[in-house]
């Protein structure tokens, strides 16, 4: 589960993260690769999600972390 207060400093502000548990297997990089980059020895968030499709790929991402370093946060905003 990923740890809110362990959020790597380099993510982009905001409700997406990656906290430092991450492995560097990139698996979201590749998911959502406008939203995730490889950092030195881990992923980072760089682009918060914005629209739908936008937090569909950053679920995904989430849920091909083999190691759950990504949190979501609040929920997408524009789903009813």
């Given at each position: 589960m990923?740890d ?9 502000p905001?409700?997406?993260?990656v ?9 979201c ?5 406008d939203?995730f980059?490889?950092r ?12 739908p ?6 679920r995904q991402?989430?849920c091909?972390c083999?190691?759950?370093?990504i949190?979501?946060g ?7």
């Amino acid at each position: 589960m990923p740890d809110p207060t362990d959020r790597h400093p380099d993510n982009a502000p905001g409700p997406v993260y990656v906290d430092r548990s991450c492995i560097w297997c990139s698996a979201c990089v590749m998911a959502a690769p406008d939203h995730f980059e490889e950092r030195g020895d881990q992923v980072i968030c760089i682009q918060q999600p914005d629209h739908p499709e936008a937090w569909e790929a950053c679920r995904q991402a989430a849920c091909a972390c083999p190691v759950e370093a990504i949190g979501l946060g609040t929920e997408d905003p524009h789903q009813a």
